[in-house]
């Protein structure tokens, strides 16, 4: 019923800069929250952004003032602009919604992306 579509992953000079995009579609009625995840080799996915229906974004403390989420409510697509980027930052990124359906408004549902590969080269 829902898709989130991820674009944007890549290779990457340490230093560098990367933008990434979802775009979420189906029978949405409301989207509560976007954001993005990611997962390295070996460790547990964890959040780096997300952006709720205020559009006040929240930030894992490593990635604050290198990373800006952004999000237009109109395309339901959520952004994610990544500048100096670390070899630690290399991870899987997961797009992340948290929204409800035309079909069962009162219920919220957590839906994945299928993830994009961001590698930072040293």
């Known amino acids: 019923q829902v898709q989130l579509v991820e674009s944007g992953g890549g290779l990457v000079q340490a230093g560098g800069s990367l933008r990434l995009s979802c775009a979420a579609s189906?029978?949405?009625?409301?989207?509560?929250?976007m954001g993005w995840y990611r997962q390295a080799p070996g460790k547990q996915r964890e959040l780096v952004a997300d952006?709720?229906?205020?559009?006040?974004?929240n930030y894992a403390d490593s990635v604050k003032g290198r990373f800006t989420t952004s999000r237009d409510n109109a395309k339901n697509t959520v952004y994610l602009q990544m500048h100096s980027l670390k070899p630690e930052d290399t991870a899987v990124y997961y797009c992340n919604a948290k929204l409800r359906l035309n079909s069962s408004p009162r219920i919220q549902f957590n839906y994945w992306g299928q993830g994009t590969q961001v590698t930072v080269a040293s």
């Open positions: 189906g029978s949405i009625f409301r989207i509560d929250a």
């Open positions: 952006i709720r229906s205020d559009n006040e974004p």
